[in-house]
């Protein structure tokens, strides 16, 4: 008996919801060809929430081609204002649909409902802000001069490959649908292996919305299949990506080896979180735990190596360390709970394969350095003390509730620290003194610089890597570049 | 015994409304303060349509004082809640599309199914359209010196005052708010006295959907009291006006008290130049269709027409028979009108007034040429749709605005010759260009003095791009992204970051 195309799955506030469970193509949930299907589990318990259909080449086909034909419609040709109405509309549905996406996003990635609750949000924030882009894409005119009309356009690329991660599903699932919808692109975007569920009921709200059969499609799979299929398809004309370093080499291979198609990808990071003698104690702190904790330290731009400056190194080095220790980790559904699990038993034994690497290094445990417990992907708040610069905990991006702390002494010595790094995702700054706020900013190689904050985004801040953190900005109006290409029409006038 | 704060309407085409008819002020409908009122008269039958308070000066004086107060806070406002506002504001208008459209007719005489439903889509379309720029207001760094961190904030004036005209009443004032609420400036906006209704209807939604008390504020009144207090005012940071360019010179010379800056729409006589090559047929369909929209009560109306020498014949020939086949002439519940009635008894006068000029000045009457006394239209200010012919230079039928369902059309024979016509009035709104030939028509284009230009097509605007005139015609820009940045201000900030002394 083959898996129906929508389970019913029991949340634990005890509402029942239709999860769909196919690969959503052409406004429709249809089954994969092969038939194939795979578990997602819910980190919190380990055991299976449901199966899903698996998509492979001929599937990835199948959805191109409808994201080709649609492409070329009235969607993208047409009245932009239509693509207004449907991103309204869909932002709306998502603020009505909140609880349901939340209590998903919490069961299928293990993170406390705090945290699915903040990304539900800006998920809703995020495609409202995009409506406003939909009809405001411009080009420019170009005097030169009497004997020629020059302008430029921009127009939408077309056909899109979009893959995300499993540490926001939602949340990236809008970055990238996000800017796909407001410039006339269509997609096929493909969900991280161990998180497909809330990307499909997001699907839901889409065909709701309006938004015309081809222009979304939604598959779930694995990268080494459904993956590869997007990156080196012929009728791909961009990929869009946010994972690990190591795969988007290996997209970016795979769309040049193919057919030169365009790449943005958002990377790994070891971002620096770095505390002046200066800075304010107790709101520094806050931004030191949201920098690494928050989201189970899953973050691309977690600051994951803190650098304190001597002067008030051990009081922060206490305080941090009673924070840690007081943050409630566990059952995502607790109201009180910051910490949920780790996503997937992968990247449980990653953390603590590195914890023990941190070990032998000689670093010292602050505090954590264990797994919490025994069922559920739980690891405890981990703080490394005595590390040196040149140690795998302070160069590898561990993607984890990890953090090292080092001593440093100046202003000079910590920006060539922060930008030790193949990295260039974030940085914190945390003083009170503005002038050296700007001025470190000016100097650390990030593509983002928090100051006196941490992980704060807004629609409108656009967000990417320096050096091997990625390529291309999301969100702010930079998002719009990566989805459009700019087409110049020169003119001559005879008169 | 004083006029009633609201009362109930029943239109012709059954739609029931309570009408208010105080003003609005701080999220209220209150009465003047003298109890001043002023009456609204229906363009079809010269009846009353309703009485309602007129602002004068003290009460200009205390919207402003209610604005200033809210500024406060809705400065502390982000802007993605303003955009959020303001799409509620465009929900609200679609959800009640008929019968706002219905009031929009009533009060302005404009056919409900030909003209006024259309004004309301527009609506609808200018608040999404400012409700999508509202979180996009961005400033720019400066990056020339290292030493520097130099940035501008794009700021709101603050309180801004607008005046709109009887054309286009609802659609005018989304113009005029949409773009400044969009920015984080807060409103009193005075309607024209003869069209003070749709705007107070509507002002209840602003109210509904969460502007805070003061933000949003609506006052009927006349231009010689309340608009020259609101233009004149000292705490008024902006005056922002549509209308004739006599008042627009007015409004300009009174905003001096404080130096406030100004932003004018005013008159116009655009040209529609219609080449040899032209696509006669659409020529002729857009040339109606610019002057004979609206009652040709468009501040834009390609009311001269210029003709190539060698088409002129067929043109005028085709023009008449499309004007009198297509623009037939009703009242604005008759939904197979087109043309209503002016939108008053002086408009009504003056167009008239222009009529028998022109045909004294020696202009051919080709079609029209006298008021429509049909039936039921003799009761209203109905004037036939004018098509004058022969027009010399020197005519005032071809130089002075008549705002009305009323066009010259002349000849010409070489490109140069269809430019100095074009640019022979004080005016300089919009101008047309019919031809295939396009890059002759960028050419004319740049040498056209105007702030619009339609190529192959007539009055064509869309809230997505400029519009505004150059010499008499006004100052300044409404509507795309140019109308957003009349509601800021750039405000520069110098940090320094190491240049001592």
Same mark, same amino acid.
Request: aromatic residues 8%; glycine residues 8%.
């Given at each position: 008996?083959?898996?129906?195309?929508?389970?019913?799955?029991?949340?634990?506030?005890?509402?029942?919801?239709?999860?769909?469970?196919?690969?959503?193509?052409?406004?429709?949930?249809?089954?994969?060809?092969?038939?194939?299907?795979?578990?997602?589990?819910?980190?919190?318990?380990?055991?299976?929430?449901?199966?899903?259909?698996?998509?492979?080449?001929?599937?990835?086909?199948?959805?191109?081609?409808?994201?080709?034909?649609?492409?070329?419609?009235?969607?993208?040709?047409?009245?932009?204002?239509?693509?207004?109405?449907?991103?309204?509309?869909?932002?709306?549905?998502?603020?009505?649909?909140?609880?349901?996406?939340?209590?998903?996003?919490?069961?299928?990635?293990?993170?406390?409902?705090?945290?699915?609750?903040?990304?539900?949000?800006?998920?809703?924030?995020?495609?409202?802000?995009?409506?406003?882009?939909?009809?405001?894409?411009?080009?420019?005119?170009?005097?030169?001069?009497?004997?020629?009309?020059?302008?430029?356009?921009?127009?939408?690329?077309?056909?899109?490959?979009?893959?995300?991660?499993?540490?926001?599903?939602?949340?990236?699932?809008?970055?990238?649908?996000?800017?796909?919808?407001?410039?006339?692109?269509?997609?096929?975007?493909?969900?991280?292996?161990?998180?497909?569920?809330?990307?499909?009921?997001?699907?839901?709200?889409?065909?709701?919305?309006?938004?015309?059969?081809?222009?979304?499609?939604?598959?779930?799979?694995?990268?080494?299949? /459904?993956? +590869?299929?997007?990156?080196?398809?012929? =009728? &791909?004309? $961009?990929?869009?990506?946010? !994972?690990?370093?190591?795969?988007?080499?290996?997209?970016?291979?795979?769309?040049?080896?193919?057919?030169?198609?365009?790449?943005?990808?958002?990377?790994?990071?070891?971002?620096?979180?770095?505390?002046?003698?200066?800075?304010?104690?107790?709101?520094?702190?806050?931004?030191?735990?949201?920098?690494?904790?928050?989201?189970?330290?899953?973050?691309?731009?977690?600051?994951?190596?803190?650098?304190?400056?001597?002067?008030?190194?051990?009081?922060?080095?206490?305080?941090?360390?009673?924070?840690?220790?007081?943050?409630?980790?566990?059952?995502?559904?607790?109201?009180?709970?910051?910490?949920? /699990?780790? +996503?997937?038993?992968?990247?449980?034994? =990653? &953390?603590? $394969?590195?914890?023990?690497? !941190?070990?032998?290094?000689?670093?010292?445990?602050?505090?954590?350095?264990?797994?919490?417990?025994?069922?559920?992907?739980?690891?405890?708040?981990?703080?490394?003390?005595?590390?040196?610069?040149?140690?795998?905990?302070?160069?590898?991006?561990?993607?984890?509730?990890?953090?090292?702390?080092?001593?440093?002494?100046?202003?000079?010595?910590?920006?060539?620290?922060?930008?030790?790094?193949?990295?260039?995702?974030?940085?914190?700054?945390?003083?009170?003194?503005?002038?050296?706020?700007?001025?470190?900013?000016?100097?650390?190689?990030?593509?983002?610089?928090?100051?006196?904050?941490?992980?704060?985004?807004?629609?409108?801040?656009?967000?990417?890597?320096?050096?091997?953190?990625?390529?291309?900005?999301?969100?702010?109006?930079?998002?719009?570049?990566?989805?459009?290409?700019?087409?110049?029409?020169?003119?001559?006038?005879?008169? | 015994?004083?006029?009633?704060?609201?009362?109930?309407?029943?239109?012709?085409?059954?739609?029931?409304?309570?009408?208010?008819?105080?003003?609005?002020?701080?999220?209220?409908?209150?009465?003047?303060?003298?109890?001043?009122?002023?009456?609204?008269?229906?363009?079809?039958?010269?009846?009353?349509?309703?009485?309602?308070?007129?602002?004068?000066?003290?009460?200009?004086?205390?919207?402003?004082?209610?604005?200033?107060?809210?500024?406060?806070?809705?400065?502390?406002?982000?802007?993605?809640?303003?955009?959020?506002?303001?799409?509620?504001?465009?929900?609200?208008?679609?959800?009640?599309?008929?019968?706002?459209?219905?009031?929009?007719?009533?009060?302005?005489?404009?056919?409900?199914?030909?003209?006024?439903?259309?004004?309301?889509?527009?609506?609808?379309?200018?608040?999404?359209?400012?409700?999508?720029?509202?979180?996009?207001?961005?400033?720019?760094?400066?990056?020339?010196?290292?030493?520097?961190?130099?940035?501008?904030?794009?700021?709101?004036?603050?309180?801004?005052?607008?005046?709109?005209?009887?054309?286009?009443?609802?659609?005018?004032?989304?113009?005029?708010?949409?773009?400044?609420?969009?920015?984080?400036?807060?409103?009193?906006?005075?309607?024209?006295?003869?069209?003070?209704?749709?705007?107070?209807?509507?002002?209840?939604?602003?109210?509904?959907?969460?502007?805070?008390?003061?933000?949003?504020?609506?006052?009927?009144?006349?231009?010689?009291?309340?608009?020259?207090?609101?233009?004149?005012?000292?705490?008024?940071?902006?005056?922002?006006?549509?209308?004739?360019?006599?008042?627009?010179?007015?409004?300009?010379?009174?905003?001096?008290?404080?130096?406030?800056?100004?932003?004018?729409?005013?008159?116009?006589?655009?040209?529609?130049?219609?080449?040899?090559?032209?696509?006669?047929?659409?020529?002729?369909?857009?040339?109606?269709?610019?002057?004979?929209?609206?009652?040709?009560?468009?501040?834009?109306?390609?009311?001269?027409?210029?003709?190539?020498?060698?088409?002129?014949?067929?043109?005028?020939?085709?023009?008449?028979?499309?004007?009198?086949?297509?623009?037939?002439?009703?009242?604005?519940?008759?939904?197979?009108?087109?043309?209503?009635?002016?939108?008053?008894?002086?408009?009504?006068?003056?167009?008239?007034?222009?009529?028998?000029?022109?045909?004294?000045?020696?202009?051919?009457?080709?079609?029209?040429?006298?008021?429509?006394?049909?039936?039921?239209?003799?009761?209203?200010?109905?004037?036939?749709?004018?098509?004058?012919?022969?027009?010399?230079?020197?005519?005032?039928?071809?130089?002075?605005?008549?705002?009305?369902?009323?066009?010259?059309?002349?000849?010409?024979?070489?490109?140069?010759?269809?430019?100095?016509?074009?640019?022979?009035?004080?005016?300089?709104?919009?101008?047309?260009?019919?031809?295939?030939?396009?890059?002759?028509?960028?050419?004319?284009?740049?040498?056209?003095?105007?702030?619009?230009?339609?190529?192959?097509?007539?009055?064509?605007?869309?809230?997505?791009?400029?519009?505004?005139?150059?010499?008499?015609?006004?100052?300044?820009?409404?509507?795309?992204?140019?109308?957003?940045?009349?509601?800021?201000?750039?405000?520069?900030?110098?940090?320094?970051?190491?240049?001592?002394?």
């Amino acid at each position: 008996m083959s898996l129906p195309l929508s389970v019913p799955i029991k949340l634990p506030n005890g509402k029942t919801y239709q999860q769909p469970t196919g690969l959503f193509i052409n406004n429709e949930f249809v089954q994969s060809k092969s038939k194939k299907t795979f578990a997602t589990i819910s980190p919190s318990t380990e055991e299976e929430i449901t199966q899903v259909y698996e998509a492979f080449e001929e599937d990835v086909d199948v959805a191109v081609e409808a994201a080709n034909d649609a492409f070329h419609s009235s969607w993208s040709q047409g009245d932009p204002q239509i693509r207004m109405k449907v991103l309204f509309k869909l932002s709306e549905l998502i603020e009505e649909h909140a609880e349901t996406l939340a209590y998903i996003e919490a069961l299928d990635n293990g993170k406390s409902l705090m945290c699915s609750k903040g990304d539900v949000a800006l998920t809703a924030a995020y495609f409202r802000s995009c409506a406003g882009w939909t009809d405001k894409i411009k080009g420019s005119v170009i005097e030169s001069g009497d004997t020629h009309f020059n302008y430029t356009r921009r127009e939408p690329i077309g056909v899109c490959g979009q893959i995300i991660p499993w540490n926001f599903p939602l949340l990236m699932a809008s970055w990238k649908l996000g800017p796909v919808l407001a410039t006339g692109c269509t997609t096929v975007l493909k969900t991280a292996e161990s998180t497909p569920l809330s990307a499909l009921y997001l699907a839901t709200l889409i065909k709701e919305a309006g938004v015309p059969a081809g222009v979304v499609n939604i598959v779930s799979g694995f990268g080494p299949s /459904a993956g +590869a299929a997007i990156s080196s398809h012929p =009728k &791909i004309k $961009k990929v869009a990506f946010t !994972g690990s370093t190591a795969t988007g080499r290996r997209i970016m291979k795979a769309a040049a080896d193919s057919n030169l198609k365009k790449v943005t990808l958002e990377l790994g990071g070891k971002s620096p979180n770095i505390v002046f003698d200066d800075a304010d104690v107790k709101l520094t702190i806050q931004h030191l735990v949201t920098g690494i904790f928050y989201n189970t330290g899953e973050v691309c731009c977690a600051g994951s190596r803190i650098y304190v400056q001597e002067g008030i190194y051990d009081t922060i080095t206490s305080e941090f360390r009673k924070a840690a220790e007081s943050l409630k980790i566990g059952d995502p559904f607790k109201e009180d709970t910051f910490m949920g /699990a780790q +996503a997937s038993q992968m990247q449980l034994d =990653k &953390i603590l $394969k590195y914890i023990d690497i !941190g070990k032998k290094e000689g670093a010292s445990v602050i505090t954590g350095g264990e797994r919490l417990g025994n069922k559920g992907y739980f690891v405890k708040p981990t703080i490394f003390g005595d590390v040196r610069e040149d140690h795998q905990i302070v160069k590898e991006e561990i993607f984890g509730p990890v953090v090292t702390i080092t001593k440093f002494k100046t202003v000079d010595e910590v920006i060539k620290l922060a930008n030790n790094s193949e990295y260039g995702l974030a940085a914190g700054v945390h003083t009170t003194d503005i002038n050296k706020a700007i001025n470190v900013s000016n100097k650390i190689n990030s593509g983002t610089i928090w100051v006196n904050t941490y992980n704060d985004f807004h629609p409108m801040v656009p967000f990417g890597g320096y050096s091997q953190s990625g390529i291309g900005r999301e969100m702010g109006e930079e998002a719009l570049d990566n989805y459009t290409q700019v087409k110049a029409v020169r003119i001559a006038l005879t008169k | 015994m004083s006029a009633p704060l609201e009362f109930e309407v029943t239109l012709p085409d059954g739609n029931k409304f309570t009408q208010p008819a105080g003003l609005f002020i701080n999220n209220e409908f209150v009465k003047s303060v003298a109890g001043k009122t002023l009456e609204s008269i229906n363009p079809a039958t010269g009846e009353v349509n309703g009485v309602v308070y007129a602002a004068e000066a003290e009460d200009v004086d205390i919207a402003v004082k209610h604005a200033r107060a809210a500024f406060k806070e809705w400065k502390k406002v982000t802007g993605v809640e303003r955009g959020i506002l303001l799409n509620k504001i465009a929900d609200t208008f679609e959800e009640k599309r008929d019968l706002i459209g219905a009031i929009e007719a009533w009060d302005s005489g404009k056919t409900k199914e030909a003209n006024a439903v259309y004004d309301i889509d527009e609506c609808i379309s200018c608040f999404r359209y400012f409700a999508g720029w509202a979180d996009k207001i961005q400033g720019k760094v400066i990056q020339n010196d290292p030493k520097k961190l130099a940035y501008t904030i794009h700021e709101p004036f603050g309180v801004c005052g607008q005046i709109i005209p009887w054309n286009y009443p609802l659609a005018m004032a989304a113009w005029k708010l949409a773009p400044a609420l969009a920015a984080g400036n807060v409103v009193v906006l005075k309607t024209s006295e003869l069209t003070p209704l749709s705007l107070l209807y509507v002002a209840q939604i602003f109210k509904d959907v969460g502007f805070p008390p003061g933000v949003v504020n609506i006052i009927s009144g006349f231009g010689a009291t309340a608009g020259k207090a609101l233009a004149s005012h000292l705490d008024v940071d902006k005056i922002a006006f549509t209308g004739s360019t006599v008042t627009g010179q007015a409004i300009q010379q009174a905003a001096a008290s404080n130096m406030k800056a100004v932003t004018l729409e005013c008159g116009g006589k655009s040209p529609l130049i219609i080449r040899e090559d032209a696509d006669l047929e659409q020529a002729v369909k857009w040339a109606a269709f610019g002057i004979m929209s609206n009652q040709g009560q468009i501040c834009t109306s390609t009311s001269r027409i210029y003709v190539h020498e060698k088409v002129y014949d067929q043109f005028l020939t085709e023009y008449a028979q499309h004007v009198k086949e297509e623009y037939k002439q009703g009242t604005m519940f008759d939904s197979s009108a087109v043309v209503g009635p002016q939108v008053s008894k002086v408009q009504h006068d003056k167009i008239l007034n222009y009529i028998d000029i022109g045909k004294k000045e020696g202009a051919r009457v080709v079609l029209g040429g006298e008021k429509n006394t049909e039936g039921d239209l003799s009761k209203g200010f109905f004037i036939k749709p004018t098509i004058f012919a022969d027009v010399k230079p020197g005519m005032r039928i071809v130089n002075e605005e008549i705002f009305g369902p009323v066009v010259a059309v002349g000849k010409f024979t070489t490109d140069d010759e269809a430019i100095t016509l074009a640019n022979s009035t004080q005016y300089g709104l919009g101008a047309a260009i019919f031809t295939k030939d396009i890059t002759v028509a960028h050419y004319l284009a740049t040498e056209i003095q105007a702030g619009m230009v339609w190529i192959n097509s007539s009055n064509d605007s869309d809230v997505h791009i400029p519009f505004g005139g150059v010499k008499m015609s006004g100052v300044g820009r409404e509507l795309g992204e140019y109308g957003l940045s009349m509601y800021t201000q750039a405000k520069a900030i110098h940090v320094n970051l190491g240049n001592k002394l």
